[in-house]
């Protein structure tokens, strides 16, 4: 069974079709780029992946479920346990530190305290960011910030990480570092990843390139 999968997926704004009649799969474990250009469609058909929004045609399935029919309660909680984000502009908590920021969906979660700092510190060290743990957001540089991101999006062991141009607004060393982190991560999770980008360089870190084009899949 795929992981990820969006069948004859049509979504308009108003009267304009953003998406039409697109077919996606995801296997367990694999690193897919959804490649293209501004306004083609990519962080709409992300959203859906992730459950933050609903096709008007179509069906998006985690693990055979049609996200759609899923109650607001199931979806918070499979985007809390199974479907981590990453988001271009890093959207920490500016008033908790690298390692609460890292913490907090693990406290949603209620795991235990012990576990839960053990998983932390796991996760800061992977990134190189332990030394960093007590710095506030307004501390970090952005690509600190999306380190520190990754690292929260994998906190709770998601079967998938749903990552929308993580390297958009960053420098190029900063992106080249995120890039490499996301790969090696996911690899060591055993996490999907699911990127969008307009960057073939970025695209070049995944399994497989899926080009879009005014919201088809070339």
Request: proline share 5%; net charge neutral; glycine share 8%.
């Amino acid at each position: 069974m795929s992981l990820l999968e969006a069948r004859a997926v049509s979504k308009r704004y108003d009267d304009r079709w953003v998406l039409r009649d697109l077919e996606l799969t995801v296997a367990p474990g694999e690193r897919v780029a959804l490649l293209g250009p501004s306004g083609c469609g990519k962080t709409t058909l992300l959203n859906l992946l992730g459950g933050l929004d609903r096709p008007d045609a179509g069906t998006v399935a985690f693990r055979g479920e049609v996200l759609a029919t899923a109650t607001p309660a199931r979806l918070a909680a499979l985007r809390r346990e199974a479907l981590g984000t990453v988001f271009q502009f890093f959207h920490l908590i500016p008033t908790l530190t690298a390692r609460e920021n890292v913490e907090l969906p693990l406290q949603l979660l209620g795991w235990p305290r012990d576990r839960a700092a053990a998983r932390v510190e796991e996760l800061l060290a992977a990134v190189g960011l332990l030394d960093r743990a007590g710095a506030w957001p307004r501390e970090m540089s952005g690509g600190e910030m999306q380190r520190v991101a990754v690292a929260r999006a994998l906190a709770a062991r998601p079967a998938v990480l749903l990552a929308d141009e993580p390297t958009g607004n960053l420098d190029s060393a900063s992106g080249e570092q995120v890039l490499a982190l996301l790969a090696e991560l996911t690899e060591r999770e055993g996490a999907a990843l699911v990127m969008v980008t307009h960057s073939d360089a970025a695209a070049a870190i995944c399994h497989r390139v899926v080009r879009m084009k005014d919201g088809r899949i070339l």
